[in-house]
């Protein structure tokens, strides 16, 4: 958590979305498709276990009724494709 506060903490991100992804691979969407998993406008995270992290992020805040916001990468640096607003 640290490394992530640190002004270069992409990479604390990208590890730590790497691992709860493949817990979250095994224990809730196993039987997701790639199909249904290549909802990310990019396709830079296809080939990890990151994408099951996005993919809980965005469901995430689908529950919580963020309506005007998408995670497309774990550190949202110069990702276009990451956005949000205000109200959310």
């Known amino acids: ?15 730590m979305a790497e691992y ?4 979250l691979k095994e224990k ?3 039987n997701t498709t790639d199909e249904e998993l290549k909802l990310l ?6 080939n990890s276990n990151v994408k099951y992290f996005l993919k809980e992020m965005n469901f995430q ?3 919580l009724k963020m309506q005007n916001t998408f995670y497309d ?3 949202g640096l110069m990702n276009k494709h990451n956005i949000s607003t205000a109200a959310d």
């Open 20 to 23: 709860f992804g493949s817990i």
């Open 73 to 75: 990468s774990p550190h």
């Open 41 to 46: 406008p990019t396709s830079f995270f296809n």
């Open 61 to 63: 805040a689908t529950t």
């Open 1 to 15: 958590m640290y490394g992530m506060m640190l002004p270069s903490g992409n990479d604390a991100a990208y590890a």
């Open 28 to 30: 809730k969407w196993q």
